[in-house]
């Protein structure tokens, strides 16, 4: 039975509830999986399932040695999906990412045509390390696989399989000889992750696993598979948004507009440009996929107030004022989390 | 699908706590402004009530004010029953309170949605809406509460009702009812009274100045109470004080009126008459002479006298004659010179050879551009006065001469020695037509005195009159008081405004006597300076440099930039030497050739200069 299939025979709510449970329970498994290799960051690992689950690409950033390529990985490898990675270098050329024509001879006629050599982005899951040390040309030429999920070369259109998953990677420092993604590009990545150094306990731990005796239980298998994915990404389209808590996500994202009509009082002048409404679509498909994580069949707006920050803080682009004042874009997002209410609010009660 | 009813229970009991507690937020926003607006209407009506007194008494300010606070208490309630939120919204806040992750007010809002997820939705927030625990923690979150600083509102009533029944304030009925035993005020009144009282009496003292001051006179004695409407010594001091400077300057009018004037002009006249040899023309001359109209109308009688007695002997007769000749002379002479008006006319400025001719005079007047209205108007009173002057000299002048050719004729006796009814008729008109001249003269000396007098005592009234004020009463010296302060000097000073007015007044009159005008003079009488300096920069370099240090002295340079403005200031002249020296040496050329140097002409601009002063980003 098909992904599709599964989803049209939930009809009663019980139907849903179980739905709900076997979401949780495939989450948990896969959250179990990685933990075997990665070591804390449960909140890292929560934002990447949900993105995976929202069918999003994620952002991750943070010094390096934190763990980010090793959770790329071993998401690939619990997954069971076909993983990719390209270190992103300032001379590498989008034909390095999404290959070339060559020509081949063919032995039967002896002639020459051209064929197309697939390049790395042809997988499932893309383990972009260091985007921001390629070049703008490079970078860009991820645009079109991370939104229409195909790619074209020579005027021909490829489709890439399904599901595919880029997690890029970026280190906030060494800003030198590095060139920070256009606003375009991070649009279209759903979440921007900041990967927190771990804690005393998780920072022992890791280097039990790592400088002692290797353990085969630390080794990961595939607990899902695409089509499971593909049953999780429809589930969580289905889920029950309210009109009032929906149009609290909108609220949310209008507060990022600059002298819109939500925006809070006084934080203007610290806000160049706000969330577009992919901004917006990103907030519900995280807070969807959040609420299935908690077992619930309805998105709360408890839900978009936890989606908001990996979801708008790079979509939120700070003025010279705020810059200058050390106002950092998490701490607006934030602001504009306990300014917005969540009660439902009638129309004109802006602000 | 179920029933949406322990919901609703739950949104309906919610709904009550936040109807409550909106009313009793609304109610202490009311009683906020009730109370403010209160506050300030009674604060308001004490204020008024002093200028207006119908306003305090009516007291209507009462009822209106109850009225509105009524009105402001049903407005809250008709505005809070007007936002009655609905069932979605109420379950919302309670989701928000509890922290439900919206899970009731989600059902709620897809109550008529039929697919599962919705059914499950519904389910959920049913199941949840049952639990009592939710309707038991309901209370706990939403709990109904006075309102933070709703204790403003009604302590602002209790205050603005303190102030109506305690504070007397400016209300007419509280001034009537200031006890008037208060030392302070006594003293003052009965100052301001036995002040008033003298200057009346005074002025009742002298017909000639009641007569002049008749008009000021009733309004002098309606106000005789100056307390009548006043409330505190302070006022007091100011009315009396003011009252005295009316008369003051009433007095000031009087001086120099043209009756006082013709008399000054009369004495400046008669200043110059040499005495004659007779005792009694003698005594006659120097009366006239020191401008005792008194001692100069009896001399004059003696005169008569001996005349009319005829018990002269011839010589004694003859030099009595001869003596009042030249007294009449001399007194026609002194009224054909108009001294006083050729000073006038000198003082402002005009030919003084001019009083020669009235006419003359007044035709100059006319036609002189030179001089102000107030100006032409005092010479203008000045030749009336003058012309008046003169009639009345040349009365007494021709009175002397009758009575010279009386004298001549040996008293006109008759055969029988006795006077003869012609020379009897001569001398009376003769000595009544000096008689009227020198009265009318001894009234306005009279008259000339006694507003000087009084003058003398309005002002010394009005500096009594003006109590040092607060400021000088805690100075204690007077020094420090400023337009409020005392008087220079120790002592409780007073009112410094009235003391200079009082001064000035004093160096205006002294100024008068001595017949000098005062020109005012303009100071700058060069177009202003303006546009940019044209120094030769070289020549200021080195107030520059000792500029910079005294400044430096006084207002210190930030760090960062200390430097920075010593290399600037530090180095100006030597670099501004150098290059006016290399200019010198290289001719004309660019900026860094300099000018030539016989023009080292620097303006602000730069434009054309050589020794142009480096620019503050420039390096040193």
Redesign the interface.
Known sequence: MSSADQLQS????E???AA?EAFRVVASRLREEIGRVLVGQEQTVTSVLVALFSNGHVLLEGVPGLGKTLLVRTLGQALGLRFSRVQFTPDLMPADIIGTQIVLDDPRTSQRQFAFRPGPIFTQILLADEINRASPKSQSALLEAMQERSITVGGTTHKLEQPFLVLATQNPIEQEGTYPLPEAQLDRFLIKVIVPPPERDSLNEIIERTTGVQSKDNEVKPVLSASQIAWAQGLAR???V????QDYAVRLTLATQPGGAFSPAGMEHLIAVGASPRGAQALMSCAKVL?LL?G????????IAAAAMPALRHRVVRSFEAEAAGVTTDALVQQLIDATP?????AGEAR | MGSTDPILSIVRRARRRIGLQSVLSRFAVAALWVGASLLILVCASKGLAAWWPDLGARGWWFPVLLGLAFAGLALALVLTRGHRPSDVAVASLVDVQLKLHDRLSTAMAVAGRQDPFAAAAIEDGVRLASDRRLTESLGRAMPVRWPKNSWIGPLLCVLAVAVWWFVPGLSPAAVQAAPVSDPELAAAESAAQMQIEAVQQQIEQSPELSKELGDIAPQQGASNDPTNDRKTPDEIHRETARRMTELSQKLDDVLSSERTQSLSAMRDALSKIEPGKSPEVKALAEALKIGDAAAASEAMQEVMEQIASGKMDEATREQMAADLERLAQQIADAADSNEALREALESAGMDGELASNMEAVEAALAASKSLNAEQKERLRKAIKSQKSANAKLRKLSESCKKSCSQCKNGGSKSKDGTPSSDSEDADSEAGEQAEGVLSEMEADAELESAAKSLRSQCRSGQCQGSRPGPESRKSGTGREGGTKGGAIGEGDGGDGTDAVAAEVAGKKSQMGSKRKAVIARQLVDAPPLVGESRARLREIAGDIERGYEEGTDDDPVPPHLRDLHKHYFGDLKQRIDAKSAGGAAGGSGGSGGGAPPTSPNVDSTGKQSSDKAPSAGSKP
């Open positions: 939930i009809r009663t709510s139907d849903v509830r709900c289905l889920i029950v309210a009109p009032h808590v609420a908690g619930r069949a309805a998105v709360s707006t408890q839900d969540r009660e439902l609010q009638a």
